[in-house]
Structures are given as C-alpha cells and as structure tokens.
C-alpha cells in the first residue's frame, strides 16, 4: 500500500504541474474528468488512492500557477491579481523572486495549515452560522476600504463600477460554459498582453537572486482573511487576497502583496478541504472531486489529505523554485513580443475551447474593459469589483 501511496503522491504532483504551468488548464477541469472516470475506469480503484491523487495535484497547482501569470501574463482565476507587481518585477530583471515570493508564501501556508487545521474545525463550526450572516456586510467595508485607500477616488468607484457590473453580467450569462475564465483572462490577462505588444517590451536578463521581504504581515493577512472565504460561499483566493491585503499591508508594497497572494491561494485550497469535512460543502474544484470520490470525509481522511497536503508543500516549493530558475534563464533569449503574441491566440483558442463563441464575445469586451481601466491610472485591484459586487449582490438578491 505504501508503494501505492508515493506512486499516486507523485502522479499527483506531476499532473498539478501540468496543471499550474499550461495556461486555461485548470484543476477543476482535470476533477471532472476524474469523477467521471471514478464511475467507469476507475470504479475497481481503491477511494483512498484518488483521495491522494486529487489532493497532490490541487496543492502543486496552488504554487505552479503563478509562473504562467508572471511570466507569460496569463492568469488561472486565482492568480490574475499577480499579473501586476508580477511583470513590473520581471520587467526589472526580478521574474524568478516574484516567483519564489509567492511559494514562500504557499510553503508557509502549508505550514500554517497544519497548525492551525483542528483548532479551526472547533472554531468554525460554532461560529459559521453566525458569520455566514455578516458577511455581506464585511464585503461592503472591505470594497469602501479598497476605493477610498486610492489617491483618484473618483476613477476607482467608476473601474470597480464598471467590471462589477460586467462581472454580474457575466455570470449571469445563460449557458455559459466556464465564465470566470474568459472574464478574468481579458481583465487581468490579455490587456496587459496588448499593452506589452504595443509596447513592444523587451525583457532584461533576469537576475537569480533570493528575495529580501518582510513575510509576517502578508502571511498574517492571509489566515485571517482565508478561512473566510473557503467556508463561505462565492469567495475565493481573489477575495480573500484583497481582503488579507487591506488588513496586513497599509502602502504599496509589491513583494509582501505577491507573499500574500501565494498564502491565500494555497490556503484558500487547504481550507476547502477543511470545510468539506465540517460543513460538507465544497469551495474548489478539488474539494468537489473529493466529495464524489468519498462522499463522507472521516477524520482518518483528513488526517491523510493534510498529510499529502505537507509532503506535497514542500516537494512543490522546490520544484517551483527550479522552474523559476529555468524559465528567468530561458525568457530573456526570446522575443517577448512574439511569447505575447502566440500566448494571446492560444487564450483565444482556449476560451473558444472551453466557452464557445459567446466567451470569445465576453473575452473581447473584457479585454477593452481591462485598457480602459489600466488607462485611467487606479491600482488592478479595484477591477476585483468583477468577483466583489456579484458576491454582495449573491447574499442581497
């Protein structure tokens, strides 16, 4: 069995990379080809091995994710706020610390998982009902927090108007395979690439240098804000990075924000499986897979997805910190403006893919949303309104 265990281990870990390096291949698409394949293929499998496999490939995916979203400016729908601080670090010759910032931050997300995993199931489980009340209310104080911390108050309500009304739109959109993806690909993703092929950027070679930040004020954002948004419905790692960032970090301050967002996504992950075994509701993908291959979570099986969830932390910070080394090598003997170029249309391709002809229309007016808004000269984090404004209206209507 233990054989089993490592081999399922490992499988996991590869396919997570995968996953965190192929831009529009998402977790959540490779749980629903595994549930479906639980029922057939797999139907003769022991549960515990798909358990394993699940949670390994959703915890690498959490610290892979960010190299296609720094490097390449393709965001996963957690990571589309790293586009930012990301590529002004990468433009400076930086690429590979703003990596290995946020899996310093996923590392000791892990860590702090395991710490505070069951002193959280004792506490949340009295307190959900409760908070599950107020929580509109703390999104409203957090949105009002967010604009008025803007020098141009004014620009920031019309951005966080503007892609809060498109987000609510969006997903509202009958039949509409994947909203999210196309939503956020154009917001976070493809303006910034029209942006960089317009101003045919060039980047530096990059220099392979550890980074020197402060880690508790970003990691101490993310526990507070995490637990929230992985037992209460329609929040996720955008949510809880903005959420974790008006908390923790009171300037600018690019490296502790990719620090957080590394944390919250990674935790984000953890808490979900957390909050399927207190609540037996899913928050991810993963979670949801999880629950189809076992639909009751024992302690036994906690205990072993917050196992995997350690071995597989630290096997993926030392992976990603490889890549990162790899890729800040390679990208500078490109043309970035032909990686941009090639990268759109194979986001193009991909929302064709997933979301049809309507998510190529939801793509384009996305991405004319993201120029206008990145015009205007407000930080990118008020166009989280897309995901914030639908979330407050989701508790009022």
Not at 28 to 38: K, R
Not at 100 to 109: D, F, I, N, P, Q
Not at 364 to 389: A, D, E, K
């Amino acid at each position: 069995m233990i054989i089993q265990i490592i081999l399922f281990l490992f499988l996991g870990i590869m396919f997570g990379t995968l996953t965190g390096l192929i831009p529009g291949i998402h977790i959540n698409l490779v749980g629903i080809a595994i549930v479906s394949l639980a029922s057939s293929i797999f139907y003769s499998l022991n549960s515990i091995y798909l358990i394993i496999f699940i949670t390994a490939m959703a915890i690498t995916h959490t610290f892979l994710d960010f190299i296609p979203s720094i490097f390449l400016g393709c965001p996963d729908t957690d990571t589309e706020l790293s586009i930012l601080p990301g590529h002004q670090l990468l433009k400076k010759g930086h690429g590979y610390q703003a990596i290995l910032l946020t899996a310093y931050g996923s590392l000791a997300a892990i860590f702090i998982l395991i710490l505070i995993a069951f002193p959280s199931i004792l506490i949340i489980s009295k307190t959900y009902n409760t908070l599950s009340k107020f929580i509109p209310y703390f999104l409203i104080l957090i949105s009002l927090t967010l604009i008025f911390l803007e020098n141009k108050k004014s620009k920031a309500i019309l951005v966080f108007s503007i892609t809060g009304l498109l987000g609510w739109s969006v997903l509202n959109f009958p039949s509409l395979n994947q909203p999210l993806f196309p939503l956020l690909t154009g917001l976070f993703g493809s303006s910034m690439l029209l942006k960089s092929i317009k101003n045919k950027i060039i980047i530096p070679k990059q220099i392979i240098e550890k980074p020197q930040t402060n880690l508790i004020k970003p990691i101490l954002g993310a526990i507070i804000a995490s637990p929230l948004c992985s037992f209460l419905p329609g929040l996720g790692s955008g949510q809880a990075a903005i959420i974790g960032n008006t908390i923790s970090l009171k300037k600018e301050n690019k490296k502790g924000f990719l620090v957080l967002l590394g944390a919250t996504n990674t935790l984000v992950m953890g808490f979900s499986f957390i909050s399927l075994y207190i609540i037996s509701k899913t928050r991810t993908g993963a979670a949801i897979a999880i629950q189809k291959v076992a639909p009751k979570i024992t302690p036994q099986i906690l205990i072993l997805i917050l196992f995997i969830t350690l071995i597989t932390g630290i096997i993926s910070f030392f992976l990603t910190d490889f890549l990162a080394k790899f890729f800040s090598i390679k990208i500078s003997k490109f043309n970035y403006t032909k990686i941009s170029t090639t990268t759109l249309i194979l986001l193009i391709i991909i929302v064709f893919l997933i979301s049809g002809f309507l998510g190529i229309f939801i793509l384009i007016i996305s991405t004319l949303t993201g120029i206008y808004c990145i015009s205007l000269g407000v930080r990118r984090t008020n166009m989280m309104g897309c995901l914030l404004i639908p979330t407050i209206l989701f508790y009022f209507i």
